[in-house]
């Protein structure tokens, strides 16, 4: 469990090294930190999962696993059902998260530093595996030495304090530090000579306070619901928006009718956030060498990867029950077969050239599909066409985007994606191509008889015409210019000429609708 260390026994620092480690200040550290004397243990363990670094390497390696498909499911649940040491050995067979992209903790990486420099030896003591354990402190060269879990024996609570004590039996230590973030490490502390506490809630907070130990935290915990909202991703429930476009161009709103479709846009942006948790969960690596992504809750470690299930759990069931309690039974239907269009999209389709694209743009037909289906509307085989040209070249953006950035940044291919930077010309071709053609679906419906049975000015939809060309041009001329954010709809909503446009539509509808 531990790596063979040399006779010698480390070099004492002098006494004035001590004390500057022991008196770090800056933004990292606490005044409780730095206001209580510290006793000076030459040894100082220091657990990984959220305390070094913000996240859990088991959830993490769960997380790789599933991401992988469903074929270790078997091997892995039946290490689980023999407990978490059989687990994790099994687990660390099949993955290894990314020790250089995991979220660690600054305020921890600093204190340990200068305890460094103060002499001290740093043990790396955690419940993690010893494989994930070893890559942490290789890479980031800290530690002395390293005690982790290993095929058996799941080195948590008593088990790690055992281990320490014959650690510091060996080599002659008769004190340590420790440094933790859960209530398993009260029995370390309590037998520690200092006591570290990392972003701990209230509770651990007052029990660590009642062991007796000389005790300092060492950053604090950040609420949680602030990861939980922004995880949600409630700006991108703008999309389904669209649920209410087949009610507005069928002329008929009602009272009823818009409290249906209000409760549709709640069932459904419920559903799309759960759809959005188990999609960060799958990118959490690749999310961590994106500029922007990195900063998402499960990437940054503000919130634990443990969280993702549950959350994406609880938002789908409870967008279903919402939904088979106030929505026909139809819209439940759609619903379910948009969770699974885009699970698999999350676990499969992504990865497809051009499907991907097909997909998206489906989806967002999708939403006006369900519109028409919760509030009873016509659905348009005109807005049909004219949504999935429109969306497909605003998918091929996103994409254009994504592959601008790592072209500009020499990041060489998208990982995870089937396409090339070298396919940025063909998707310059395709996607304002795909967006043109749906103002010809425009342009055609406007000399149906369709619209003559809706429309009485038909000058004003013609007027629509040339404000989408020019609105889709502007998308596709940002995005040669690395104007263009990774999500289009995105930009729109912040887009102060986009909006100006869609009001301009908006009025442009109602003057078609007008009687001279």
């Given amino acids: 469990m531990f790596e063979k260390q040399p006779k010698t026994s480390p070099r004492p620092a002098g006494a004035q090294a001590r004390r500057e480690a022991d008196q770090v200040s800056g933004p990292h550290f606490t005044a409780e930190a730095i206001r209580q004397p510290v006793a000076e243990p030459q040894v100082i363990f220091v657990d990984l999962d959220g305390t070094l670094t913000a996240s859990d390497l088991l959830y993490e390696a769960l997380t790789l696993a599933a991401k992988r498909g469903l074929r270790h499911l078997p091997a892995i649940a039946s290490a689980g059902l023999r407990g978490r040491a059989a687990l994790k050995e099994a687990l660390s067979e099949l993955e290894r998260p990314n020790a250089a992209l995991l979220p660690y903790r600054e305020e921890v990486l600093s204190f340990l530093r200068a305890q460094k420099a103060a002499g001290r030896l740093i043990v790396l003591a955690t419940a993690s595996h010893e494989t994930w354990a070893r890559d942490v ?51 370390i502390w309590r037998n520690s000579a200092r006591a570290f506490v990392v972003a701990p ?38 999309k389904n928006m669209l649920l209410f476009v087949p009610m507005f161009l069928s002329h008929v709103i009602t009272l009823g009718g818009i409290a249906t479709a209000l409760l549709a846009f709640v069932a459904f942006s419920l559903v799309a956030s759960s759809v959005y948790v188990v999609n960060d969960l799958l990118d959490i690596e690749s999310d961590r060498r994106h500029p922007k992504k990195r900063h998402r809750p499960f990437a940054s470690g503000s919130l634990g990867v443990a969280w993702g299930p549950l959350l994406a759990a609880g938002l789908a069931s409870t967008s279903f029950l919402l939904a088979f309690a106030t929505l026909p039974m139809r819209f439940v239907g759609l619903m379910a077969v948009y969770l699974a269009i885009t699970s698999l999209y999350s676990f499969w389709l992504k990865r497809l050239v051009v499907v991907d694209v097909m997909v998206l743009a489906g989806l967002y037909t999708l939403r006006v599909v369900g519109g028409a289906l919760a509030t009873g509307s016509p659905l348009s085989e005109w807005m049909l066409g004219l949504s999935m040209f429109l969306f497909t070249s605003l998918a091929f953006a996103k994409r254009y985007a994504e592959l601008a950035r790592l072209e500009d940044e020499q990041l060489g291919d998208s990982a995870g994606r089937g396409y090339r930077v070298a396919d940025l010309g063909i998707i310059e071709s395709l996607g304002p191509a795909s967006g043109y053609l749906s103002v010809l679906v425009l342009a055609l419906y406007i000399n149906s008889n369709a619209m003559r049975s809706l429309y009485v000015n038909s000058w004003a939809l013609w007027m629509i015409c040339p404000l989408l060309m020019y609105w889709i041009t502007r998308v596709w001329f940002m995005a040669k210019r690395r104007q263009l954010s990774e999500d289009p709809v995105v930009f729109a909503l912040k887009d102060g000429v986009s909006r100006l446009v869609g009001v301009c539509v908006l009025v442009l509808v109602i003057l078609g609708s007008i009687a001279t």
């Fill in 201 to 238: 809630s209230r509770a651990l907070a007052a029990k660590v306070a009642k062991l007796g130990t000389p005790s300092s935290v060492i950053a604090r915990q950040a609420p949680p619901w602030k990861a939980v909202c922004k995880v949600l991703r409630p700006h991108q429930w703008s």
């Fill in 137 to 187: 402190a290789k890479h980031l060269g800290l530690f002395d030495s390293v005690l982790a879990s290993v095929a058996g024996c799941n080195l948590k609570g008593p088990r790690k304090l055992q281990a320490i004590e014959e650690f510091c039996r060996q080599r002659g230590f008769e004190g340590f530090a420790y440094i933790g973030d859960s209530p398993a490490d009260l029995p």
